[in-house]
Each structure stands twice: as C-alpha cells, then as structure tokens.
C-alpha cells in the first residue's frame, strides 16, 4: 500500500504566503512602507547590475550553451573570475549542467533516464517517500503532498538508486536532488546527480553514500588536519573540549551546504563546486571557523556544538564569506592528507563506470 503513495491524487495546496525570491516561505513577512521605500533604490541599483551581468555571461556561453567550450579554452581566467561572483540566476541551471559535464552524459544517453523511472522497481522506493517531505519543507516547490516538486524529487532519487544500486539511496542524497530540480528538470538534474557521484569532471562523489560513508571519513580526516594547521589555537581548543569534526561538518560535505545554510550561500557555493570540485566545502568550512574563531574559542563544549551547527548571520554573508574562503590555499595539502589517509585505511573500490555511448 505505502509503495503507491505517490500515484494517490496530490493533497491540498498549502494556504499563500509571503515568499522570498527563491521560492522559500518568508519567515517575517513583514515589511513596513518605510523599509519598501528605502530598498527600493537599492532593488532597482542590484537589478541593473544583475542585468548587466546576464549579458556577460549571455554572451560568453552564446546560445544554449553552443560558445561555452570554445569560451573555456580561450579564457579560463575569465570564466573561474565570473564564477566565484556568482553565476546569474536565471542562467545557473544551464550553466551547472555545462560545467559539471551532465548535458553531455544526458546527449550520449537517449532514453535511459525514462527507462530508469518507468521501467524498473527500486528496493529504496519506501525509503524516499518516507524522506520526500524532510526536503526543502519551506520551498513552495515541495511542500504540496503529492505534488510536482514531491513527484520529480522521487522520480530522480528512485532512477539514480536504480542506476547505481551499489549506491542506492541515501537520505543526504535528496538535498543534492532537490536544490537541482529546482535549477532544471527532472532528467537533467538526474544526470548532473549521475555527474557528481560518478566524478564526469572532478573526483567521484558516491563514496560520500556507499555503506561506511567512506569518503565522509576522508574528508573529516583531512578536514581536522587542516584545522589544526591553519587555526592552530581552536584546533587544541577543539582537542581539550574533545571536539571533531564528525560533530558538525559531516551534513557540509554529504549536501555540500544546502542543509540548514542560507540558500543564497549555498548557490553561491555550488557555483564554485561545480568548477573547482570539493576543495570549495574545505576552504569555506575553514572560512567559517576563521570568521568565528575569536568567539569559538571561548566556548565549552555544549556551546561550542551549537554555535557550530548555528553560525550567526553575519557569517554567512557570501560577499564576506566566499572571498576569504577563496584566500585560503589548500589544494596541495589536501592531495597530500589524501594520500596519508589512503595509506591508512586502504582506498575505497568505486562502484559502476560512467556510462559510455
């Protein structure tokens, strides 16, 4: 009976609220004619420069898309400079796909996604129905019972734990799904799923979900390493209070920040994700720590595992965040952490290839 919940008619649609300008139900809605009349002028300062940035990339990536690879070779420089700024809104779904390698999986594979969600039966379908709701509960897009966003977040987590049934399903997983679907549709934001996990441009991701989360152990090794080096005094601070990393950054690196974090943050960081691969999660997990550290490192232990998992707002701003994030240089370090934590522990087997025409 559970199983078919998503083929009964969709429930009500919820009562209209004041919403932001992603689509999530506005906590304080309130807004006194005075506050409209002085952001006014700066709506109409930030829309201009918006426009004027859409045309940028309009036209560096051309058409659908046609001028981005020709664009990439000739300036590199150019196209990561514009990334880190922030990718326009109206053009980031297209973009993601062009640059983490998914719209030329999805050409090389006609059909396969349709065969995927119609065809065949997946041992994790109860698993993401019972899940469905826990996902961006506050966007419009997925708050109707049943509804489309319910109904497409399904469709792509039921087809990739098909796909990659040595993966399967994870709950963390639905995250990474429905920040996509709500950038593009269903089949797209499948292969961009297929891209991430099975690594079309960077590292592969699925040990991030297979069973042991073996990657997550990785990346909180090589995180606490980089604690300790670059935030010498909170790292012993965290060692006396008995903290580590498992305690507060596992959700950063398993949703790559769209769990619990701004969503205007976390855009901008899956900008850069894309691009740059996981390095980003490190740079802004230490950003993070750094922008806090004089306050961290007061705290006991009680406090100190709330302030980490409820960072103040002023932290998360991406313009103050993001470029002391990118001042942080850590690419050699990382390779060399990896390579300790393989000699360790062993690497972890890889399931599928990528599918190939």
């Not at 009976?1 to 009964?8: A, G, H, S, V």
């Amino acid at each position: 009976m559970e199983k078919r919940k998503l083929d009964d008619e969709p429930g009500p649609v919820p009562s209209p609220r004041a919403l932001d300008r992603f689509g999530f139900v506005k906590q304080d809605a309130n807004t006194s004619s005075d506050g409209v009349a002085k952001n006014r002028s700066a709506y109409e300062y930030e829309r201009n420069k918006e426009e004027r940035k859409v045309r940028k990339w309009r036209k560096m990536i051309g058409v659908g898309g046609s001028d981005w690879k020709h664009y990439l070779r000739k300036k590199p420089h150019v196209v990561k400079r514009r990334i880190r700024k922030g990718i326009p809104d109206c053009l980031r779904g297209l973009v993601w796909q062009l640059i983490s390698g998914s719209r030329d999986l999805l050409l090389m594979n006609p059909g396969v996604y349709e065969q995927l969600v119609i065809y065949e039966t997946s041992a994790a379908e109860l698993d993401i129905i019972r899940d469905i709701s826990r996902t961006f509960p506050s966007h419009v897009f997925f708050q109707q019972r049943h509804g489309p966003g319910q109904r497409s977040l399904y469709n792509v987590l039921k087809a990739y734990s098909v796909f990659d049934r040595d993966v399967g399903y994870v709950q963390g997983m639905g995250f990474l799904a429905g920040l996509l679907l709500l950038y593009m549709s269903e089949e797209d934001a499948f292969w961009l799923l297929v891209a991430l996990l099975k690594g079309a441009v960077h590292a592969p991701m699925e040990g991030l979900y297979l069973a042991g989360l073996p990657l997550v152990q990785q990346y909180l090794f090589q995180f606490e390493h980089l604690v300790r080096e670059h935030l010498p005094k909170l790292g012993e601070h965290f060692s006396n209070e008995m903290i580590n990393p498992s305690m507060y950054a596992s959700q950063w690196f398993i949703t790559v920040f769209s769990y619990s974090f701004p969503f205007h943050l976390a855009l901008r960081i899956w900008d850069v994700f894309l691009y740059e691969g996981v390095v980003i999660v490190f740079k802004v997990g230490l950003a993070l720590l750094k922008y806090c550290h004089d306050d961290l490192i007061k705290l006991p232990f009680e406090k100190l595992i709330h302030a980490l998992r409820n960072f103040p707002e002023n932290a998360m701003d991406p313009d103050t965040l993001l470029p002391l994030a990118y001042s942080i240089k850590i690419s050699k370090r990382l390779e060399e952490l990896r390579q300790k934590y393989e000699k360790q522990h062993g690497k972890f087997v890889h399931s599928r290839e990528l599918p190939q025409n």
